[in-house]
């Protein structure tokens, strides 16, 4: 039965091969109309079309093409595929264009889909959209699957179906039918199709990450990633398919939420085993037919054994059935049960054995795929004579290094297998001629396993228990010194590649975490916890750094281990959560956790952690306005990294203190600062960190009258980080730039960079850059005297100020709220804001500015009890307090 009593339709095998009537269904696209049936996806169904618009009865046809009346009726009734030879008859005698004929003859042996005939005979309305989501290209022709592809679709199209789950036991072809799908439905819906794989990721938590990147969507900043995908899903009319959830049904409860929050994406899944959802209908996947004949043209038209054949003849050359092989064939077909997964291995081996001694060597373990042993896992069940099959026929060093290849989940470089496996380029090749290795399309000397594959021979390493420990020492050992060596690449002009070398590695680099912290194997987390945290920083994935380094601190925590290299392993991971978690806003965390890192590190001082915590702990305080407890940490960080020689550390502690030293009105100081960090970037050419610093630079000239300089700094840095695409340095630039045209007197200009600022941020979650652009924003509105934005502008910036406690972009937004009151009349009220907001210690120099010049405007207008008053008042209430004053919906 293809579908389970929870399937509305109950569509079952009889029902598709007995019920030939067309069942129209409709499908909304755009507002057109496009009207499918059943039998559009059968080639039979094509053909018999394609007679009676010829005006030809069957008789006709079978007279024309020389053959019996009732291989037409086979034909047509999608019982039999036609013979090259009668192919051929068939598309003269149908009158199939010249140009077409190739197209037909490979559609009719089952080397192309029935969709791509075209405007011969169209079989699906498609409508040409913007914005399609790109496809994995699919390197194989898909055999047979007719029923299933027609049925498939048909189960899309009803509208109450929004999630379709392809349920099967492994390699029996579920990926290659939703690839399928995919293609044929892509220009179906608005966006397309997109093809999520999820074979190497490893928990639930990283499924988020996977679709975002299938879809080409990046996260930035610190708002929850599930929030920023459903937003960005939210409107998209898209067919989602997400492939091998079988070991992530623990997480699966996000497609309920896609479904709610994104009521035009459908979902079409596959699975060992159905998800358990109330939305769920679900489709039973299972082998190709097997052949019930042994002529020869029975076989090249039944789909299994064309598979085999087909793939038969891509492993070797010239490859020709011989006498008996029709038998072998329809023996191997009935072993692995029409599993193609199953076929296509066993096909591989004829260039090496007769085909009748494939099915020998099959038959011979035939028990594996059928026991009910509770001890046999569930995922080898079905297949696993294939892989035993396989396995008794590798010599014996290339499977010492296909088990240890195992060990990778997401694939490997030939240095990765040469360090981790002890395998040679000869032997890589000679597994990828036998299609247990695949070389990864558009990733040179990159390979990886089948999934089946690489958990059949993760069981074998397992059954070696010594062997296994070795492979996962030798794995982790390999991926730590690799991540040691992208330090340096990650603060130089090599840093968009290491990302990407990063990025493609993930997850061997989080399953190699988990053993080292599982292990407490000190000296491979050090080697491996820089270029992590770099990576998760700047990729702003805030929330994966955060639980990686969380569950190191902890597991460390747990030893009471006295040794040096223990103690300064942990404070180094301290200080890493400790900066994820001030980004996620837990500051009172962050503080814990810093202030823990600082006593672990300080008799360390040749720790290069040590100067990064210090720079952690100065941008904290910074952020909540404790301005001499910042300063006072920025210069112990310039002194320790200068005293260390690290050049890109002394350039950002000189960036830092510049900034602490701007909010304090020191301002050439800050400027003097800036200016050494830029030249200091430059001498090591770091560009990102060079752009950071020019931006800066810009900004702190603009209060000096160094507009012309600032102007072409911050120019500069807006180059480099749009050659970067460095969102966070982009936003902070045009942040910079709206600055100095809001000095300049270039309202709109200001008004223009400053919104594109405030949505990038926004867009990305950054909070704090997203408030205090929101407050710069307020007070360009203002001057370009659109009071009802402004305070909108101020509000929102209240809000999020409150929520992550940033003291002082909240005094800043009170300033501006008083400007407004003043404005309205309300003149008392704006007193008492810019007089609380003028004399705390938490505003910068620029809010004190303001808050003292609209003192002294106001203080003109009111009588000295009002302004004591007022005086009183604002010295009695916190920020707080006056915030919940202020708070009105915003508008």
Request: hydrophobic share 40%; aromatic share 6%; charged share 20%.
């Amino acid at each position: 039965m293809l579908y389970s009593d929870r399937s509305p339709t109950g569509y079952g095998k009889a029902a598709q091969q007995q019920d030939k009537k067309p069942h129209k269904f409709l499908l909304e696209t755009r507002g057109l109309r496009l009207q499918l049936t059943r039998m559009d996806y059968s080639f039979g169904t094509w053909i018999k079309r394609r007679r009676k618009a010829l005006d030809l009865t069957q008789q006709d046809l079978a007279a024309r093409v020389g053959c019996s009346l009732s291989l037409i009726f086979k034909l047509e009734s999608d019982e039999r595929r036609p013979s090259r030879q009668i192919a051929q008859l068939l598309a003269e005698h149908l009158e199939i264009p010249v140009e077409q004929r190739d197209l037909f003859l490979k559609v009719a042996r089952q080397e192309k889909s029935i969709a791509t005939l075209g405007s011969s005979m169209p079989l699906l309305g498609t409508v040409g959209v913007p914005s399609k989501a790109k496809l994995p290209t699919l390197l194989t022709s898909l055999i047979g699957r007719e029923h299933e592809l027609r049925a498939i679709i048909q189960q899309l199209q009803d509208p109450n179906c929004r999630l379709l789950t392809l349920t099967g036991p492994g390699g029996i072809g579920k990926t290659r039918l939703a690839q399928e799908v995919a293609q044929q439905l892509h220009d179906v819906f608005t966006q397309g199709a997109c093809f999520v794989s999820l074979v190497g990721t490893s928990s639930s938590e990283f499924i988020i990450p996977a679709v975002a990147d299938a879809l080409g969507y990046s996260f930035s900043g610190t708002g929850e990633l599930k929030a920023q995908l459903l937003n960005f899903l939210k409107d998209k009319h898209i067919l989602l398919v997400l492939d091998n959830l079988e070991h992530l049904l623990n997480g699966i409860e996000l497609l309920d939420e896609i479904l709610i929050h994104a009521p035009q994406v459908k979902l079409l899944t596959t699975s060992r085993e159905q998800l358990n959802l109330q939305a769920e209908w679900t489709f039973d996947v299972q082998g190709l037919p097997i052949p019930t004949t042994l002529e020869t043209s029975d076989l090249e038209s039944n789909s299994a054994s064309a598979l085999f054949i087909q793939r038969a003849k891509q492993a070797k050359r010239g490859f020709t059935l011989i006498e008996g092989d029709a038998e072998a064939i329809q023996r191997i077909c009935q072993l692995v049960e029409g599993s193609p997964l199953g076929l296509e291995l066993a096909a591989t081996w004829v260039r090496m054995i007769p085909v009748k001694e494939i099915a020998n060597e099959i038959g011979r373990s035939m028990d594996f795929l059928s026991t009910a042993a509770r001890d046999v896992p569930e995922r080898h069940r079905s297949i696993r004579a294939v892989f035993d099959h396989s396995w008794n026929l590798l010599p014996g060093d290339e499977r010492q290094v296909m088990m240890r290849l195992s060990i990778f989940p997401s694939g490997f470089t030939r240095e990765a297998a040469e360090q981790v496996a002890g395998a040679t380029l000869f032997q890589l090749a000679a597994l990828v001629h036998k299609s247990l290795l695949r070389s990864v399309d558009g990733h040179e000397g990159r390979y990886d396993l089948h999934e089946m594959v690489r958990q059949y021979a993760g069981l074998k390493l397992q059954d070696d228990t010594d062997e296994h420990a070795q492979a996962l020492e030798r794995y982790a050992n390999y991926f730590a010194g690799w991540l040691r060596q992208q330090e340096s690449h990650l603060q130089s002009p090599q840093l968009q590649e290491a990302l990407a070398q990063i990025r493609l590695e993930i997850d061997n680099l989080r399953f190699a975490w988990n053993w080292m912290v599982a292990h407490r194997h000190i000296s491979n987390l050090r080697d491996s916890l820089v270029s992590l945290f770099v990576f998760h920083d700047i990729q702003n994935w805030i929330r994966q750094g955060a639980a990686l380094f969380e569950q190191a601190v902890m597991a460390l925590q747990s030893d009471d281990s006295a040794q040096e290299q223990h103690a300064i392993a942990l404070g180094e991971l301290m200080t890493c959560q400790g900066h994820m978690s001030w980004h996620l806003g837990d500051i009172e965390k962050a503080r814990y956790l810093f202030q823990q890192g600082l006593k672990l590190l300080s008799p360390y001082r040749d720790c290069a952690m040590l100067a990064e915590l210090l720079l952690y702990l100065s941008v904290l305080e910074h952020s909540q306005g404790d301005y001499s407890a910042a300063r006072r940490l920025a210069e112990e960080c310039v002194a320790l990294n200068r005293e260390q020689g690290r050049g890109p550390g002394t350039g950002y502690a000189l960036s830092n203190l510049g900034m602490v030293c701007l909010t304090q009105g020191e301002y050439e100081t800050a400027y003097t600062y800036l200016k050494e960090g830029v030249s200091m970037m430059r001498s090591i050419q770091f560009p990102r960190g060079a752009a950071i610093t020019l931006a800066r630079l810009g900004t702190a000239a603009i209060p000096l009258g160094r507009l012309d300089e600032a102007g072409q700094v911050l120019e500069e840095s807006l180059e480099i980080t749009r050659r970067l695409n460095d969102r966070w340095g982009i936003g902070n630039t045009l942040n910079y730039l709206g600055l100095l045209a809001f000095a300049r007197g270039e309202y709109e200009r200001a008004e223009s960079l400053l919104q594109e600022s405030v949505a990038l941020f926004d867009e990305d979650g950054d909070q704090i850059l997203h408030a205090s652009t929101l407050t710069d924003l307020g007070h360009i509105l203002i001057e370009r005297g659109a009071e009802r934005q402004a305070r909108n502008a101020f509000q929102q910036a209240l809000q999020i100020a409150v929520r992550i406690q940033t003291i002082p972009i909240a005094l800043s937004a009170l300033v501006g709220i008083a400007t407004l009151y003043a404005q309205q009349g309300m003149i008392e009220r704006a007193f008492t804001l810019a007089v609380h907001s003028w004399v705390h210690p938490a505003s910068s120099q620029q809010t004190k500015d303001r808050a003292e010049h609209l003192c002294q405007e106001l203080e003109k207008q009111l009588s000295p009890e009002q302004v004591e008053a007022a005086r009183m008042k604002a010295q009695s209430l916190t920020w707080k307090d006056l915030i919940q004053e202020v708070m009105l919906p915003a508008a």
